[in-house]
């Protein structure tokens, strides 16, 4: 470029950034919009939005970065509904708008001259739009059938109904509707408990265990299996552990006929939500324990999925027969991150599959 050429491209690119000048002029917010008033005029180009998922300790936030500045001190309001607002300047040419809530929640931004409208949508500000998804949650074992024993004698049957609620806890603080199996130390059949998902219209089944090695062990680790007829030998001896509650024979003749006619679509799904799961529940018992060892995804025979007529997985949490895990699993910290990190894959699941 020629020095007369430089200088006019100069004198240009001061003359674009003065034009550009963007920022915001006034804002208020009713608690369900926010109405923000730029200096002049605002289109499409002049922002990007995206999400940002809860985590253990944070809320889902909905953010928008505006090309402007905003020169007020940072403003923020808590009060006015459950999704909460703040605006403040992110860097030199960004201002941040953030929304945010315990509870995913869907917007619609728009923008027309120099005003944008951020609007919260629906009365349940539910991201999963007129009906919130479905889980059944199932804890594991039950009543006359302990499950595992670990060491301390302790259950597998309290632990994983323990984790459970927390669990449910954790969906439905995601607006995802939940219903357990069990809330109790009760014996459910293995057929009642996919027959509730069944009745209910669930969209998934995700049933939660703790695992166990019958003799003193190294074994440790998270593992999400899906149903499927082909095992491999680990794979095999976890089925036969978790199915050997007492089933009676018409039952068991029934979920063999299941196993044999089971839908390819269906196995699929499942592997999907086993590797949403898998996934997450990793990532959250990594931020309270950096080693917590991934036994993977995998595949099995688990009568407790059979019957099911939607995706479904099963969650062995640790092995409460390993002296350091089963330690963990009694850690309220631990179980918290658990508990969030199966919600973060089931919410993940959703959002990745939604109606589609
Ligand atoms: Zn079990």
Request: glycine content about 6%; overall charge positive.
């Given at each position: 470029m020629g020095k007369i050429a430089n200088a006019l491209f100069i004198a240009f690119a001061f003359f674009a950034a003065a034009l550009n000048a963007q920022s915001i002029v006034s804002y208020q917010y009713d608690g369900a919009k926010l109405v923000v008033k730029f200096e002049s005029a605002i289109g499409e180009s002049s922002y990007n939005d995206f999400i940002i998922k809860a985590?253990?300790?944070?809320?889902?936030?909905?953010?928008?970065?505006?090309?402007?500045?905003?020169?007020?001190?940072?403003?923020?309001?808590?009060?006015?509904?459950?999704?909460?607002?703040?605006?403040?300047?992110?860097n030199s040419g960004t201002a941040r708008i953030v929304l945010s809530s315990q509870i995913s929640f869907d917007i619609t931004i728009k923008t027309e001259d120099k005003t944008m409208t951020i609007a919260i949508a629906g009365k349940n500000a539910?991201?999963?739009?007129?009906?919130?998804?479905?889980?059944?949650?199932?804890?594991?074992?039950?009543?006359?059938?302990?499950?595992?024993?670990?060491?301390?004698?302790?259950?597998?049957?309290?632990?994983?109904?323990?984790?459970?609620?927390?669990?449910a806890q954790a969906l439905r603080a995601r607006g995802i509707d939940v219903k357990m199996t069990r809330q109790t130390d009760k014996f459910v059949s293995l057929h009642d408990r996919t027959g509730m998902a069944n009745k209910l219209g669930a969209d998934i089944f995700v049933s939660i265990h703790a695992n166990a090695v019958a003799s003193p062990s190294k074994l440790e680790g998270i593992e999400t299996y899906f149903l499927s007829p082909a095992t491999n030998q680990r794979a095999k001896e976890v089925a036969a552990l978790e199915n050997s509650v007492v089933?009676?024979?018409?039952?068991?003749?029934?979920?063999?006929?299941?196993?044999?006619?089971?839908?390819?679509?269906?196995?699929?799904?499942?592997?999907?939500?086993?590797?949403?799961?898998?996934?997450?529940?990793?990532?959250?018992?990594?931020?309270?324990?950096?080693?917590?060892?991934?036994?993977?995804?995998?595949?099995?025979?688990?009568?407790v999925l059979t019957g099911a007529q939607m995706p479904a997985a099963l969650v062995e949490i640790g092995y409460i027969t390993h002296k350091e895990e089963s330690k963990r699993l009694e850690n309220a910290s631990y179980q918290k991150a658990i508990a969030e990190g199966i919600a973060n894959g089931i919410e993940n699941y959703f959002l990745n599959n939604w109606k589609r």
């Amino acid at each position: 470029m020629g020095k007369i050429a430089n200088a006019l491209f100069i004198a240009f690119a001061f003359f674009a950034a003065a034009l550009n000048a963007q920022s915001i002029v006034s804002y208020q917010y009713d608690g369900a919009k926010l109405v923000v008033k730029f200096e002049s005029a605002i289109g499409e180009s002049s922002y990007n939005d995206f999400i940002i998922k809860a985590t253990a300790s944070e809320p889902f936030r909905r953010v928008i970065d505006v090309k402007a500045t905003f020169s007020n001190k940072p403003f923020e309001d808590k009060k006015s509904s459950k999704v909460a607002v703040r605006i403040a300047q992110f860097n030199s040419g960004t201002a941040r708008i953030v929304l945010s809530s315990q509870i995913s929640f869907d917007i619609t931004i728009k923008t027309e001259d120099k005003t944008m409208t951020i609007a919260i949508a629906g009365k349940n500000a539910n991201i999963f739009g007129d009906r919130a998804p479905i889980v059944v949650l199932d804890a594991g074992h039950g009543g006359k059938d302990a499950g595992a024993i670990g060491i301390g004698k302790k259950k597998e049957k309290d632990v994983a109904l323990n984790m459970t609620l927390l669990t449910a806890q954790a969906l439905r603080a995601r607006g995802i509707d939940v219903k357990m199996t069990r809330q109790t130390d009760k014996f459910v059949s293995l057929h009642d408990r996919t027959g509730m998902a069944n009745k209910l219209g669930a969209d998934i089944f995700v049933s939660i265990h703790a695992n166990a090695v019958a003799s003193p062990s190294k074994l440790e680790g998270i593992e999400t299996y899906f149903l499927s007829p082909a095992t491999n030998q680990r794979a095999k001896e976890v089925a036969a552990l978790e199915n050997s509650v007492v089933v009676d024979t018409m039952e068991k003749n029934a979920k063999e006929t299941f196993l044999n006619f089971l839908n390819r679509e269906m196995v699929v799904r499942s592997n999907k939500l086993a590797i949403d799961i898998q996934r997450s529940l990793l990532v959250s018992a990594r931020g309270v324990y950096s080693k917590a060892r991934d036994g993977g995804v995998r595949e099995g025979p688990f009568w407790v999925l059979t019957g099911a007529q939607m995706p479904a997985a099963l969650v062995e949490i640790g092995y409460i027969t390993h002296k350091e895990e089963s330690k963990r699993l009694e850690n309220a910290s631990y179980q918290k991150a658990i508990a969030e990190g199966i919600a973060n894959g089931i919410e993940n699941y959703f959002l990745n599959n939604w109606k589609r």
